[in-house]
């Protein structure tokens, strides 16, 4: 287990305490799901606990246990939300794991036949199209 701490001046712990805005996308009572800021593919959204754990290392079962089924949720939801053929769900822990937010977080990234992930570029998508893709998973989502 890490002995790493949790930090809660990290990013996602602003966004749960409504001091960051994001793109949300669904919320319940042990988790939250909102939209990757720098996308690597066309949906990608990331879903986190409530929660404080800084990563897999540490995550209390119960809140991991939540979060897996949101993961299953918004998995559904953007499969319908852009058609997709697959999906590709993503999790790193500690630095050399790739992590680079502590605040543990699935990633989930609609994929179409042919089409790569996009490399990690560092450029945050436009807020528009953002809004638009957090508005169509949020509609699949209501469908279901
Ligand atoms: P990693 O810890 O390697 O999974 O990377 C953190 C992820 O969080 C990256 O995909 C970033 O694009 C994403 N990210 C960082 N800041 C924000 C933010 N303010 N809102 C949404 N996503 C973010």
Do not use: W
């Not at 966004?15 to 009572?29: M, N």
């Not at 999906?87 to 790193?92: D, K």
């Not at 977080?105 to 790569?116: A, C, M, N, W, Y």
């Amino acid at each position: 287990m890490t002995n790493k701490p949790y930090d809660d001046g990290n990013i996602f712990a602003k966004i749960l305490r409504g001091e960051v805005p994001s793109h949300k996308i669904y919320e319940d009572a042990e988790t939250f799901a909102f939209m990757d800021i720098m996308p690597r593919g066309d949906g990608h959204c990331l879903v986190i606990p409530k929660k404080p754990a800084r990563n897999i290392l540490d995550v209390d079962p119960d809140s991991l246990r939540a979060v897996m089924i949101t993961v299953q949720k918004l998995s559904r939801a953007v499969m319908k939300a852009f058609n997709a053929d697959g999906v590709t769900i993503q999790q790193f822990n500690e630095p050399a794991g790739g992590q680079v937010v502590f605040h543990l977080h699935f990633h989930i990234l609609p994929r179409f036949e042919g089409v790569q992930l996009r490399p990690h570029t560092g450029e945050m998508a436009d807020q528009a199209v953002l809004a638009a893709n957090a508005e169509k998973i949020r509609k699949a989502l209501a469908e279901f």
